[in-house]
């Protein structure tokens, strides 16, 4: 089994930047190769969106139109966290944030459905 834990969400006020970290854990024997971390947000009112997401084997990303130039995913293997980092946030950016595994990619890697397993969400709130 796999169990995710975010942390790094708070209050910021707009043009602000904050990092949004998610350590993954495994039980012993539990194989995780080439799969996914992705983060997600839900504002109030609001479908879950994917953000932004990284492959586990070669690195690559993607991410959510609104956000590209601002946000940046990354990945510490020895530390098995991922990072978000967040930059000049804006009020719209305001959310509950999730990061998730995909143990079975697929081919849509920013798709909420694609995910197997799932950590608590953190808040980020951005003032105006």
């Known amino acids: 089994d796999v169990q995710l834990q975010a942390s790094g969400g708070g209050l910021v006020q707009a043009g602000g930047s904050l990092r949004l970290s998610c350590v993954v854990s495994?039980?012993?024997?539990?194989?995780?190769?080439?799969?996914?971390i992705g983060w997600f947000r839900q504002a109030p009112g609001k479908e879950r969106e994917g953000v932004a997401c990284?492959?586990?084997?070669?690195?690559?990303?993607d991410y959510l139109d609104s956000v590209k130039g601002r946000f940046t995913i990354s990945s510490d293997d020895a530390k098995k966290t991922t990072y978000l980092q967040m930059n000049n946030l804006k009020p719209e950016d305001t959310a509950v944030y999730y990061c998730?595994?995909?143990?079975?990619?697929?081919?849509?890697?920013?798709?909420?459905?694609?995910?197997?397993?799932w950590g608590q969400g953190t808040l980020v709130t951005v003032s105006s």
């Open positions: 495994a039980v012993p024997g539990f194989v995780l190769e080439d799969y996914f």
């Open positions: 990284i492959n586990s084997t070669d690195g690559s990303t």
């Open positions: 998730a595994l995909d143990y079975w990619p697929g081919t849509a890697p920013l798709e909420a459905d694609e995910y197997d397993y």
